[in-house]
T-cell receptor, first 114, second 113 residues
């Protein structure tokens, strides 16, 4: 069975601080895919990044960066110099098999105050 | 703007009503999904359609009835719902395969009186 743990329920920061969101996953499959999504108060889930189990390269996209470590089964996400618009719930998700069935973590609420 | 369009955005209905939620995508995706999301919880998968055929039903009560008329449209027919069915209903689409990101609509906020 697959499992995704996002232990941080809520993180509050002041604008321009960095924020790191933790994601730990469990799966016995050797091929799997990890995703991060952002859900602002308006409701839609916005796709941010995908990583496959064969690619441990870290990635930076603007103020966002991701650290994937298979040795610790973690796929952490950092927002650098946070802004108020970053306030949202962030979900980590795991996908295995052929059907695209996502296992979502519980989500981390990020609150950025001016 | 999202590329997956859901209507209506808000819906209030009584327990004896029949209504439908609609979802449309024009990205050429062949997999479409319905999720239910309660406040402060992650989305829960309800149904998956792959190439217009129902491939996954996560033991959803029969008062929810999905329909995929064509590759661009996905409906969710609602009948005799219960107050606990009040939630945000999200539609998503993707290319087929577990490596594909799902693209979500804005959702329909459903309230059952």
């Amino acid at each position: 069975a697959q499992k995704v743990t996002q232990a941080q329920t809520e993180i509050s920061v002041v604008e321009k601080e960095d924020v790191t969101l933790d994601c730990v996953y469990e799966t016995r499959d050797t091929t799997y895919y990890l995703f991060w999504y952002k859900q602002p108060p308006s409701g839609e889930l916005v796709f941010l990044i995908r990583r496959n189990s064969f690619d441990e390269q870290n990635e930076i996209s603007g103020r966002y960066s991701w650290n994937f470590q298979k040795s610790t089964s973690s796929f952490n996400f950092t927002i650098t110099a946070s802004q108020v618009v970053d306030s949202a719930v962030y979900f980590c998700a795991l996908s295995v098999g052929s059907w695209g069935k996502f296992q979502f973590g519980a989500g981390t609420q990020v609150v950025v105050t001016p | 703007d999202t590329e997956v369009t859901q209507t209506p955005k808000h819906l209030v209905m009584g327990m004896t009503n029949k209504k439908s939620l609609k979802c449309e995508q024009h990205m050429g995706h062949r997999a479409m999904y319905w999720y239910k999301q309660k406040a402060k919880k992650p989305p829960e998968l309800m149904f998956v359609y792959s190439y217009e055929k129902l491939s996954i039903n996560e033991s959803v009560p029969s008062r929810f009835s999905p329909e995929c008329p064509n590759s661009s449209l996905l409906n969710l027919h609602l009948h005799a719902l219960q107050p606990e069915d009040s939630a945000l209903y999200l539609c998503a689409s993707s290319q087929s395969g577990s490596n594909q990101p799902q693209h979500f609509g804005d959702g329909t906020r459903l309230s059952i009186l």
